[in-house]
């Protein structure tokens, strides 16, 4: 359907929401303000209660890891308002993050500490401050994030029971700097009395309080107010309007950013405002209020959150006003008394900085002031695999990425972060499938978390995701005529970019990546291998023939009984040869196959207890070991590794069309893609390398 402006105006007429926007820019009197605070509470909760709030607002889920029970808060992965910032595999270092907040909405302390993110670079800590921020955005504009401020109107007011603040141009309104709370507004002598009136009844949880003074700007034109009704109190809020508050970081509006510069330039001002030179000869004096802008992050960031980005790299001087700020929450602007300020003040930091801050001894105040909290790597294979899909899915690129590409990338990038186990059975590799979920013999949940344990710094160090994802673009670029990247493209980028990689500068470091490289090329050979004899054996009628062939013979053999000959009649004795032939594919020894048979047999009585039929695809072990047998069977009439030599007659091409079918419709491949890895494999055969990663 055509179309042309005055359409498309109309349309875009259709999706705005003016019932939201009236919401979202609510007015009122400080009447209306408090019959609104009186009925719920909520909307004047402090920074650290307004996040957790926020954080408890997208809900959790539990899960098992290692027998550890973990809770998942999902605000951090919630697409809702911010997908590209999604955090997976954190849980623990967010589960300590949550409950600091927790300790501080409910006034434990930790909100007079300053939380501090400590970790590698590319560690997500600049991300989860992101994420706090723009949620903080999103859930002010929720009604129940909803919270309050307000303006002056300087002007005379004629007639109080006639006057109407709606009918104020908004020009004649003047913002309070620090977009305080409304009811700081209510004398001190005043509240004790108010709030015992409001809260008569009320469980604790639904207090009401007032914490904190008034801004000097509001201050003073509170008392000029006052003066000129003679102490009147009631008709001194006339002047009042209250509005929604709605944070903004663009607007700098309840949410402040803080980035350390170069060390001579560095200007505590930036932090609590600066004296305005044009207003001092209007009212004569610097320390009049109204000629100083109360700007600086701390100010703007009232009632929010305030992000020190690099904190450990800030000079003395700002230092100061941080322990001010985060143990009384006050700030102290030049000329003015200190300031209170309601804020969560959270910082992050590279390692060699937080070092730095631990050797010296003159700051030790800031470390007694600091809740430190780790962020490290992930190290769990899915959890890295999702970071890198969320930004190379089909959606964002629309270049072809082959199957394992992005799991290649990121099993080299986890097992450069994990260390070594002690176990002298236990490579690297299988530490990293028992972190990501898999079984392996003689390995159970409990030595999982002795591996944890005994790991200390598993994840501060490594190559971060901010490389694999810059080498993955690179590969993209580079191979954009080929129509599709695959693993062995990603791996050549990530090990070209060591050779000047700023981040490492040790040697051995160097070579220990590269070998691990080699590990993770092994992998995959393994893992494509496999893929392929799937593709190749998954003929679903063929695999359930020869599991009922197995089953009837191991039940036979448990039981001491004879099978029954379908195409003679006659009963045989159990046939050893074919079930030692399948369980051999899964690498069970002639001592182990009693156990393994017994153990087949109880799981299908169990399910026949249950009234439930056995099925091959339950037991993952057993699916495989008869993927397998099946491969060797049909290997040969398929000859995969005549592709090598070119020579291919039309039924074997036949076949190898129907292998590539299933690679391109059951596991992802393209059609180039399926035709490069049938060809690699084939090679891997025509050499004779046939060893199987099951």
Not at 300 to 329: C, P, T, W
Request: proline share 3%; glycine share 6%.
């Amino acid at each position: 359907m055509a179309t042309n402006g005055s359409s498309l105006m109309q349309f875009l007429g259709e999706l705005q929401d003016r019932k939201q926007f009236q919401q979202l820019n609510w007015r009122g009197t400080f009447v209306d303000y408090l019959d609104l605070a009186s009925s719920d509470p909520r909307v004047t909760r402090n920074g650290f209660q307004r996040i957790y709030d926020m954080i408890m607002s997208y809900g959790t889920e539990e899960f098992i890891d290692a027998k550890k029970r973990l809770i998942r808060y999902k605000f951090f992965s919630d697409a809702s308002f911010d997908g590209d910032d999604s955090i997976f595999g954190l849980e623990i270092p967010l589960m300590r993050l949550v409950n600091f907040f927790k300790g501080a909405a409910k006034g434990y302390g930790t909100e007079k500490r300053v939380l501090l993110l400590h970790g590698p670079v590319g560690s997500s800590k600049s991300t989860i401050v992101r994420r706090l921020k723009k949620g903080l955005e999103h859930y002010s504009k929720t009604d129940a994030g909803a919270l309050y401020t307000y303006d002056w109107y300087l002007g005379t007011i004629d007639d109080p029971s006639s006057f109407d603040y709606a009918k104020v141009p908004e020009a004649d309104w003047e913002k309070c700097p620090m977009h305080e709370e409304p009811l700081h507004l209510v004398p001190m002598d005043m509240r004790e009395r108010l709030l015992a009136q409001v809260n008569a009844d009320r469980p604790d949880e639904d207090y009401l309080r007032i914490v904190g003074d008034l801004c000097p700007v509001c201050r003073f034109h509170y008392k000029e107010l006052m003066r000129r009704y003679e102490g009147d109190w009631s008709k001194m809020v006339q002047h009042i309007r209250v509005r929604r508050l709605l944070f903004s970081e663009q607007d700098r509006v309840g949410i402040g950013t803080f980035q350390p510069k170069d060390e001579k330039n560095q200007d505590s001002t930036e932090l609590t405002g600066d004296i305005n030179y044009r207003k001092i000869a209007i009212y004569g004096s610097d320390s009049d209020p109204r000629a100083f802008n109360f700007d600086g992050e701390f100010n703007i960031a009232n009632r929010g959150i305030i992000e020190f980005v690099e904190m450990l790299k800030l000079d003395v001087a700002f230092l100061y006003d941080l322990l001010g700020a985060s143990q009384e929450h006050r700030i102290k602007s030049k000329k003015f008394a200190q300031t209170d300020i309601d804020e969560v003040i959270i910082g992050h930091t590279n390692e060699p900085e937080y070092r730095r801050l631990e050797n010296n001894e003159f700051m030790e105040a800031l470390k007694d002031r600091t809740v430190r909290i780790d962020i490290p790597y992930v190290t769990r294979l899915r959890d890295e695999v999702r970071i890198y899909d969320r930004d190379f899915n089909k959606k964002k690129v629309r270049v072809h990425i082959a199957p394992h590409t992005l799991e290649v990338a990121a099993m080299w990038a986890v097992l450069t972060r994990l260390e070594d186990p002690k176990k002298p059975n236990l490579t690297l590799l299988q530490k990293l499938k028992l972190y990501n979920g898999k079984t392996l013999p003689g390995f159970t949940e409990d030595n999982i978390k002795e591996l944890r344990k005994e790991s200390i710094r598993e994840g501060m160090e490594g190559i971060s995701a901010r490389y694999i994802q810059d080498k993955i673009s690179n590969a993209l670029v580079t191979n954009q005529e080929e129509g599709y990247i695959n693993p062995f493209m990603v791996i050549n980028e990530l090990e070209s970019g060591l050779k000047n990689h700023a981040l490492i500068s040790n040697e051995d470091d160097r070579k220990r990546y590269r070998d691990l490289l080699s590990t993770v090329r092994e992998e995959y050979t393994e893992i494509v291998k496999n893929e392929v004899q799937r593709a190749i054996s998954a003929d679903e009628e063929a695999i359930k023939r020869l599991a009922g062939n197995y089953i009837d013979n191991i039940k036979a053999y448990t039981q001491r009984e004879k099978v029954r000959n379908r195409y003679t009649g006659q009963y045989e004795e159990p046939d050893e040869r074919l079930m030692r032939s399948i369980e051999e594919k899964i690498d069970i020894p002639d001592s182990r196959k009693d156990d393994f048979r017994r153990e087949i047999m109880n799981y299908i009585g169990a399910l026949a207890i249950e009234g439930k039929t056995f099925n091959y695809r339950t037991n993952e072990r057993l699916h495989k070991a008869l993927e397998l047998k099946l491969f060797e069977d049909q290997k040969d009439s398929i000859k995969l590794t005549s592709l090598v030599s070119r020579v291919i007659d039309q039924d074997t091409q036949e076949k190898i069309d129907v292998v590539k079918a299933r690679l391109i419709r059951d596991f992802g491949y393209n059609e180039q893609s399926a035709t490069d890895v049938l060809n690699y494999v084939a090679s891997i055969f025509a050499r004779g390398d046939t060893k199987s990663g099951y």
